[in-house]
């Protein structure tokens, strides 16, 4: 079993940043590909980005390339989304997940869940 909790969202006006974390505990989580999800108000949640085990593959959605980097640290069992560049339309709630497969990419299924942590941009 892993534990997920997200922290770093808040408040902050259009074109600034912001940098989530995600921190795991329980059964190791180097080996889980990992991702951020995001569910605007009133909408579905969706893919944000993903990151493989080790760190050395990560993809992105079309509508955050260029301005979200993922990333991680698997000595802190520890990944990130830093956000540059925001909109209003990157409003939501931001959940972290992880894949016991280890790959972290968009169209699977994920194992574990963060209870998210709100981003609010305002323009």
């Known amino acids: 079993q892993v534990q997920l909790v997200e922290s770093g969202g808040g408040l902050v006006q259009a074109g600034g940043s912001l940098r989530l974390s995600c921190e795991a505990s329980?059964?190791?989580?180097?080996?889980?590909?990992m991702g951020w999800f995001r569910q605007p108000p009133g909408k579905e949640r969706e893919f944000v980005a993903g990151i493989n085990w080790s760190g050395g593959r990560t993809y992105y959605s079309d509508s955050v390339k260029g301005r979200f980097t993922i990333s991680r640290d698997n000595a802190k069992n520890t990944m990130y989304l830093q956000m540059n560049s925001l909109k209003p339309d990157d409003t939501a709630v931001y959940y972290c997940?992880?894949?016991?497969?280890?790959?972290?990419?968009?169209?699977?299924?994920?194992?574990?869940w963060g209870q998210g942590t709100q981003v609010t941009v305002s323009s």
């Open positions: 329980g059964r190791t989580q180097s080996t889980y590909g």
């Open positions: 997940a992880a894949d016991r497969g280890g790959w972290g990419r968009p169209n699977q299924p994920y194992d574990y």
